[in-house]
């Protein structure tokens, strides 16, 4: 591999207690039955909007909410969002590992989350230096699992090819766009959605320490064989 591509959400990190906060609060703002963790986890994977607008329907499934309605909510989420999004949210497992293990390689986070919130969490987990550049939900006109947000990502690491590049995720949108861009694609089963999810994977791994050994870097003037070395703990 010559470059990574890291979803945040799930993939990086566990932030859905930090979501579900956000969401309940703004259904308590409105009136509306809260969700909690377990729902809302299910719920993430579109964008602060399609959350909003899942949650809304979950929460009162008969109910029909007008583009006014809608755009306040989403504005009440990410109000709220901004107070929590470091309260709880923190890497999984081993992420510093394979990030230093990785270091010699252009890696970049591909999300649907908002830019400047997936900004402040990298920030604040101290997790940003690792990544050459962000592309979040709002950073193109187009999101996950349509292929221009890899494609921005991997022109950000300077990649012509798309093969040499993998991206990692933990949904079918990561997959999707992954492969829409020519990449090869790893499916993580730890994050927010089913193993079953990720069967269009080229390879799917239990824990982020499984791309050490999925994966080789490839440096210029080294010995492939040399160039990898088992990431523990």
Same mark, same amino acid.
């Given at each position: ?7 945040? +959400?799930?993939?990086?990190? +566990? ?17 509306? &039955? ?29 109910? %029909? ?7 306040? /909510?989403? =504005?009440?989420?990410?109000?709220? $969002? ?7 949210? =923190?890497? $999984? &497992?081993?992420?510093? @590992? ?10 970049? #986070?591909?999300?649907?989350?908002? @830019? ?13 230096? $690792?990544? %050459?550049? #962000? ?5 193109? &006109? ?10 921005? @990502? ?5 990649? #012509? ?6 991206? %990692?995720?933990?949904? &079918? ?16 089963? $730890? ?15 239990? +824990?982020? /320490? ?15 064989? +040399? ?7």
């Amino acid at each position: 591999m010559r470059a990574l591509l890291f979803d945040l +959400d799930g993939t990086l990190v +566990d932030s859905r207690r930090d979501l579900a906060t956000a969401l309940d609060l703004t259904l308590a703002d409105l009136g509306l &039955p809260l969700l909690g963790v377990e729902v809302v986890t299910r719920l993430v994977g579109d964008g602060a909007r399609r959350l909003v607008e899942r949650g809304l329907a979950a929460s009162r499934p008969e109910a %029909i909410f007008s583009e006014t309605f809608l755009a306040d /909510a989403l =504005r009440a989420f990410k109000a709220h $969002y901004a107070q929590v999004l470091l309260a709880t949210t =923190r890497p $999984y &497992p081993n992420v510093h @590992a394979v990030l230093e293990h990785f270091a010699g390689l252009p890696k970049a #986070v591909v999300t649907n989350k908002p @830019a400047g919130f997936s900004e402040t969490i990298l920030v604040g987990l101290g997790l940003r230096a $690792y990544f %050459i550049t #962000v592309i979040g939900g709002d950073t193109l &006109p187009e999101r996950k699992p349509h292929p221009a947000p890899v494609q921005a @990502a991997l022109l950000a690491c300077g990649i #012509v090819k798309p093969a040499e590049a993998v991206m %990692i995720g933990d949904s &079918p949108n990561d997959i999707r766009a992954g492969r829409a861009a020519g990449t090869l694609t790893c499916g993580v089963t $730890y994050g927010f959605r089913l193993a079953d999810e990720l069967a269009e994977a080229d390879v799917v791994i239990d +824990d982020l /320490a499984g791309l050490v050994e999925s994966f080789q870097a490839f440096h210029p003037g080294v010995p492939r064989d +040399d160039s990898l070395s088992h990431a523990g703990g």
